[in-house]
């Protein structure tokens, strides 16, 4: 395989990906079918109606769940560490401090403790928790907690960063500065990132494209480049004419999504 | 009062917020709580105590069916030093022997199988209906079985009571690994752990404060069983039940009163050991949990 093929050979791809949940007799169509393709170095946003299956094709891209059909292929150089999560609930363990958590997958991947803590300070300081590291967890706030759990992700430096609402249980102000850090850190390294929200503002805000999901089975109703300039603030890319513009058009698309599925369900109701 | 609700002449009603005495002066209000539920702990029964002393003396109660607490201690020494039948301390140091290596046995055996069912889905289907239905069996119940196939020495009654402890920790157990939020396991399957990384690095230290729960009610149990095994049967004829059992049967209610004290108080410090072990071992755990 020539140079050329390497480099326009995207990072992820999704070939007819769905995905079927059965549990308890009942059958869940979650997902699909997906095509996509992310480039390397890529920040992609995904939204969509809640429940509609954003966070499995996450958890599929992640290797928590299998694609049920179709294909997803990434493309790494060490699939050691080709991804790492970011969850909603930060999912960092109480019963080790702060610095313990951030090493926590070098320690699973034996790298020893002494760079560990070496490496993992570093992403503390750039999380601005370089004095927490001995700290409890119990004795942090939430945006503090969030900070360890992406600095836990960022540590191993993962080809591929997934992030599951990682902002969502976070009060407003808070969410902002963790928005800006988030940027500023990505605008530096350019890792492939991606990234579920349900909020179309935070998509806009953070990427280079966002994706919309339609209701279960989740499917892509939309797929736009997003265009305002890097480097960005969420500040000033906020106030931008082309955040309007795309903010009004997705959310148009978010109601219409969401009225089809109300309509939907009283026709079914009204069947039965 | 700290709430307050003023009528005014409208008619309107202002109902008031207001600071109490454990706002004005926060540290001695809650100092003070701490000394009235400390003094309570302790008042209590000394105050029980203390009216069976004094029922027991003026006779509003037969000091015979009810020997007074001073008439108890006074007993104690001579049941501890008197060599008949061991004396005291032997029945104290066999139940103990029992106590420990029925708890030992059963608690090892609770937590390998409920961290494994916990664990492994095949496993549980496999074990866990049968285990279920055996649950209620009354394990005292088949201390005549155990008699027939182990002999009739401490093996039997140290089966009884491992079997008894085995369930409370296994069920304990299995639960605790099987809750540990799944949050949890995610974030350590999404940075490639092992089995026995996700076993070590999360499901362990994870379940490890409900464990103790487990552990810890065990432990109660293990010395309630203890005696009631030594009732039906005490090889050597020796053991705090053994001794309740007999001191029933030849009509003395003091040394009957003295073993239940003693064995009650077995079971407080066994209870006592196992909750420091567990918040030693884990010591994440909320206060409640530990
Ligand atoms: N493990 C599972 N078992 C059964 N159903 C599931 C499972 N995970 C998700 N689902 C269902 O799949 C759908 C999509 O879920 P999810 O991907 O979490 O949606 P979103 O993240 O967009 O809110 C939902 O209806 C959810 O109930
Ligand atoms: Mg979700």
Redesign the pocket.
């Known amino acids: 395989m020539d140079s050329q093929e390497v480099a326009s050979r995207p990072k992820i791809s999704l070939r007819g990906v769905t995905?079927r949940?059965?549990?308890k007799g009942a059958v869940?169509d979650?997902?699909g079918p997906i095509d996509l393709d992310i480039a390397d170095g890529e920040f992609v946003c995904l939204v969509?109606?809640?429940?509609?299956?954003?966070?499995?094709?996450?958890?599929m891209v992640g290797g928590l769940?299998r694609p049920s059909t179709g294909e997803i292929d990434l493309h790494v150089t060490d699939p050691r560490w080709a991804t790492a999560t970011v969850f909603q609930d930060y999912s960092i363990y109480p019963w080790k401090n702060v610095i313990e958590n951030v090493r926590f997958g070098l320690d699973l991947a034996g790298v020893p403790k002494a760079e560990g803590n070496r490496r993992s300070q570093v992403y503390l300081e750039r999380m601005g928790l370089g004095d927490r590291a001995k700290a409890h967890i119990s004795e942090l706030s939430g945006g503090m907690k969030q900070r360890v759990a992406i600095a836990r992700a960022l540590v191993v430096e993962p080809e591929i960063l997934l992030m599951?609402?990682p902002f969502s249980a976070i009060d407003a102000q808070m969410r902002h500065v963790l928005q800006d850090d988030l940027l500023e850190m990505w605008q530096s390294d350019r890792r492939t990132v991606l990234f579920?929200t349900?909020s179309i503002e935070e998509a806009i805000l953070l990427a280079d494209r966002v994706i919309m999901?339609s209701v279960?089975p989740?499917r892509i109703v939309a797929d736009r480049q997003v265009p305002i300039e890097r480097p960005r603030s969420a500040e000033s890319a906020r106030n931008s004419k082309e955040f309007a513009e795309l903010h009004d058009e997705l959310w148009e698309l978010m109601r219409r999504e969401v009225q089809s599925q109300l309509a939907a369900s009283r026709t079914a109701q009204e069947a039965s | 009062m700290s709430e307050q609700a003023t009528s005014t002449a409208t008619n309107d009603v202002v109902l008031k917020r207001l600071p109490g005495p454990a706002e004005f002066n926060p540290k001695s209000h809650s100092r003070r709580r701490r000394t009235i539920e400390l003094s309570l702990s302790i008042g209590v029964p000394v105050a029980l105590i203390i009216l069976w002393e004094l029922a027991s003396t003026h006779e509003w109660i037969n000091p015979g069916l009810y020997p007074s607490p001073t008439d108890l201690l006074r007993r104690t020494p001579e049941l501890f030093s008197s060599n008949a039948g061991g004396g005291m301390w032997g029945d104290v140091g066999k139940s103990m022997y029992r106590v420990a290596w029925g708890y030992f046995w059963g608690a090892l055996f609770g937590l390998v199988l409920g961290v494994w069912m916990g664990m492994s889905r095949l496993t549980r289907a496999a074990l866990e209906p049968l285990l279920a239905a055996m649950y209620t069996v009354p394990k005292l119940a088949l201390i005549g079985v155990f008699l027939l196939i182990l002999g009739f020495d401490e093996k039997p009654v140290i089966a009884v009571i491992a079997l008894t402890v085995f369930f409370f920790v296994w069920i304990q157990t299995m639960t605790a690994v099987m809750s540990v939020p799944s949050g949890y396991r995610d974030a350590a399957v999404s940075f490639g752990a092992t089995k026995w990384q996700l076993f070590r690095q999360v499901l362990l230290p994870g379940s490890l404060p409900q464990i103790f729960i487990g552990l810890r009610v065990a432990a109660g149990v293990t010395v309630l069983t203890v005696i009631g095994v030594e009732f039906v049967f005490a090889p050597g004829n020796q053991g705090l039940g053994y001794r309740i059992n007999t001191a029933r049967q030849i009509l003395d209610p003091g040394q009957m009163y003295v073993a239940i004290v003693i064995a009650a108080l077995l079971g407080v410090l066994f209870t006592w050991v196992v909750r420091r072990v567990g918040r030693m071992l884990a010591p994440w755990a909320k206060e409640d949990e530990g």
């Open positions: 995905t949940f059965v549990s869940v979650a997902v969509g109606p809640s429940g509609c299956g954003k966070s499995t094709v996450l958890r769940v599951d609402e579920v349900h999901l279960r989740g």
